[in-house]
């Protein structure tokens, strides 16, 4: 109920649409009863032969409902969906701000799937809140009422008739439906969800599933699932048309009965038999505007179902971001140094990082090494904000780690990842993320310092890269690395699949581009790390050693030992 007051607050933005169409929407349905009010009314008078000018007013009413009728519903149309469809673009936008300082967190409670269901169907689903949810009622109530008072005047009992008709189709018939409609409903959207996440790890999943065979079974749970999403979606449909038919059967009944308590009236010398006609018609056209309450179970209860989806996902507390610093040459010459850094992810029972201390000097360049799994990769996305400290300090160049803003961070930060993304386009337009002003001389620059020569700028790129070996993939990415200002590098594993020799000449590559910058490297391979002023060894979540090349070797620790089983691999 608290999501869906927070969806109509984001309706009521657009009050003038709203009350428009509310308006339209009431005079197109009070001119619908007006023009077969006087229809009747014109069909009964004519029957009496009266002569013509009597019925000219009646004529010129007819005439003029009919033409309201038209106006006001394209009015109430126009307005309607201006109002919806602004209310969607505020949701779209509002959800959207809300989940995105979650990122990449969101992904660990949420399978992709999921959240591309919530963020279009839900989303979507909602387009219905306003039309069939909020406005339908509030129309109803007003033609109602109004009719009601004017049968009134003619006769108490078809009056009270269209009350209990207006009660029973507005009310108790929606209520009884509305019951039941919330376990269909929740079936229906739990199946959705179910084959919107098949279809995605499908999807992803596609070249592994083949690899290994897996595909014919994943490809049946898909069709469980679509066929369980069908059976459901067929049991609400048929819920819902009972719901329609009811509605419908009633409507008619009372208008059998205002058929039948006005032809005793009209018997009995209450009523005057020229109004017989008009009472029936008026009964039968009001009913119209209870019509949409059929469908109002179903259509409240979908709409509160995915306002709750999209606000479960968007009500944990968003984390504050702090404003930018004020010194615009705060995030050069970088220092950096974390003290008793210890992180969980949430969830899971060992911590990842345990009282983890370093110190990066400004100009420094440091590997951070260790086994699979360590948590290195893990401390390089909590220098870049991925996740946020829960326990110790860090800081850069002073100030906290969290009172940085994210933004300004990433600006001044050359970040390679193990897996990066690349999109569907050309290599310039991957290049170009790195800064859209870049002119075509400096990538072409780029790309052959990045020994990517055979490649043009024009050069298709696949979705995902999907044409480029893993090797040019991180070339490409060590591309916009290097186009990028900042004085912060952040490499996970850069270079993880190139060849020895490239390596070595892409490192050198780095090290010309970042000589005065402070630099992290995340590596499981001990090779070509003597240029490095500081290496951190990592096990199980902790630095076990640290200090130069030399030192460490002198040492003849872990890194040693490391470093002479892989020797003697190599060998
Ligand atoms: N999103 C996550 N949710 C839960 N646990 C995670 C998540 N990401 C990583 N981990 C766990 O944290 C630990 C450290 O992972 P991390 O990626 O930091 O290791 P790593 O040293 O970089 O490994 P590698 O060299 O294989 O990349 C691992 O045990 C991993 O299973």
Redesign the pocket.
Known sequence: MKAVMQVTRLIMIEKKNVFLAIVFGFLAAIASVGLLAASGYLISKSALQPPLYTLTATIIAVRFFGLLRAGSRYGERYFSHQATFTMLSHLRTYFYERIEPHAPGIF?KYRSGDLLSRVVGDVESLQYLFLRVVYPPIVMLIVFFSTILFTYFYSLYSALLLFIGFILTGFVIPAWFAVRERYVDANVREKRGDLSAEATELLYGFRDLKIHRQLEKREDEMSRASMDYINEQEKETIHQSYSETINSQIAFLITWFVLLVGAFSVESGQLDGVFLAMLVLISLTVFESATPMASFPSNYESSRHAAERLYTVTAESTPEEPPPHEDAFFMENIEISGHGITFR?PD?PRP?LKGVDFHLPVGSKTAIV?P???????LLQMLMKMYPIQEGECSINGSPLNEINKEQLWEHTRIVL?HNHFFYGTIRDNLQIAGSDLADERLAEVLEQVKLDGFSLDDPVYEKGENLSGGEKQRLAIGRAVLKNGSLWLLDEPTSSLDAVTESEIHQLILHHSQDDTLVL?S?QLKGLEWMDQIIVMDGGEIVESGSFETLMAKKGYFYEMKQIEREVLA
Request: charged share 5%.
């Open positions: 660990q992810f899971q990842v260790g699979s799994g360590s948590g290195k990769s893990t193990q995340v499981h």
